[in-house]
């Protein structure tokens, strides 16, 4: 069956530094690769998307690779802020439609 | 543009009776979207539907079901409510044209059942 993977353990960084999320799957060929941020209460945000052609994506202080080989996305934040605390989800979708199959997420904590 | 709105957003039913929950689109957004989301299995995709076609669906019984209207608002009900339906119920929002598949959610019902 499809597996995504997120890190479950909570990730703790200081301000400024750059945090890594990773994100795996299995059985799974995606035509894209979406992740979201989503704080307490509130319904996830969109943040970027990759497509499976696509190696490395970027917008302002985020970057997301992708890697069908390894079945692997990684989701940098650079130059982190008390401010980008929050979970962050990734999803996996196909062509047919917007059906998202979404990893479990993992909390990011970013301490000043 | 307003955002996707959701209705209710908190809502307390009994085991075995039925809910209808409402979702408005972003404005010119022809997909609609719904997701279970509860601590245990997270995010899990309900149905998708565009030009009120049920376009695709998830792994879920027939007690949950959908609709989407002309405009494009949907409406998503659950019939005999079990006490594992308790959840956040989100629905998301999308373009539908050329190649964005970017998802807007809406702040979501808070379903609980007792």
């Known amino acids: 069956s499809q597996k995504i993977e997120q890190n479950s353990e909570a990730l703790n960084i200081q301000e400024g530094k750059t945090a890594t999320l990773t994100c795996n799957y299995t059985?799974?060929?995606?035509?894209?690769l979406q992740w979201y941020r989503q704080d307490p209460g509130r319904g996830p945000v969109f943040l970027l998307l990759?497509?499976?052609?696509?190696k490395e994506k970027r917008k302002e202080r985020l970057k997301v690779t992708f890697d069908t080989t390894l079945k692997q996305s990684l989701f940098h934040i650079t130059a982190s802020q008390p401010a980008d605390s929050a979970t962050y989800l990734c999803a996996l979708g196909g062509n047919s439609g917007y059906a998202l199959n979404f990893g479990k997420g993992t909390s990011l904590l970013v301490t000043p | 543009k307003a955002g996707v709105t959701q209705t209710p957003r908190y809502l307390i039913k009994t085991r075995g009776q039925q809910v209808t929950l409402s979702c408005s689109p972003i404005s010119g957004h022809r997909s609609v979207s719904w997701y279970q989301q509860t601590p245990g299995q997270g995010l899990q995709f309900l149905f998708e539907y565009f030009s009120e076609t049920q376009r695709n669906k998830g792994n879920f019984p027939g007690r949950f079901s959908g609709r989407q209207f002309s405009n494009s608002r949907s409406e998503m009900n659950v019939s005999t409510l079990e006490l594992g339906d308790s959840a956040l119920y989100l629905c998301?929002?999308?373009?539908?044209?050329?190649?964005?598949?970017?998802?807007?959610f809406g702040p979501g019902t808070r379903l609980t059942v007792t």
């Open positions: 990759i497509r499976e052609n696509e």
């Open positions: 998301a929002s999308s373009f539908a044209g050329g190649s964005s598949y970017e998802q807007y």
């Open positions: 059985n799974y060929s995606p035509a894209y």
